[in-house]
């Protein structure tokens, strides 16, 4: 099991004694709207569902601060040289530096496995806290994609991020 330690934060695999604080976390409508494959509401399946799945992606953790759950942040890779950065905090986190932080974090621990791959993340459009995020990286804006809104299903517009090849030697 992986944990990864940054100044203030505990990245690690979630564990069902957490699910009653995930499912409040995520489940927040605004926390889950800025996330389009996050259903809403977010029940108890959905909970289950993804304490399971994360055991088959190493990369794919939870954001603890004090032992709290308070986030996550993961990668996902779409082909063997794509990966997607993904992350996510709890709306009383916004604001605090925590994914920042977070996402920095699994960067640099994973920057070996990552040479000559290409990160990328999408944003909704109106989402500017994570753009400031991915900014703060050094990723930069490639250009509009579509996302599918898993609880509406319907099409979204968002921004394209890559983090060039280079960034990941700065962080």
Request: proline fraction near 4%.
């Amino acid at each position: 099991m992986i944990e990864i330690k940054t100044k203030r934060l505990s990245l690690r695999n979630i564990t069902p004694e957490h699910k009653a604080s995930l499912i409040s976390l995520i489940g927040n409508e605004s926390v889950a709207r800025s996330l389009s494959n996050v259903p809403f509401p977010y029940t108890d399946s959905d909970a289950d569902w993804w304490i399971e799945s994360v055991e088959s992606n190493p990369f794919s953790l939870n954001v603890f601060r004090n032992n709290e759950l308070i986030g996550g942040v993961g990668l996902t890779e779409h082909k063997h040289d794509l990966v997607e950065l993904g992350y996510w905090m709890g709306k009383p986190y916004w604001g605090f530096g925590y994914a920042t932080e977070a996402t920095i974090g699994l960067l640099q621990f994973v920057c070996d496995t990552l040479t000559n791959k290409q990160v990328f993340a999408t944003v909704s459009l109106n989402n500017h806290a994570s753009e400031r995020v991915l900014s703060k990286l050094g990723f930069v804006k490639d250009g509009t994609d579509v996302s599918i809104d898993v609880s509406t299903k319907s099409k979204i517009a968002c921004h394209r991020y890559v983090l060039p090849l280079t960034g990941l030697q700065c962080l």
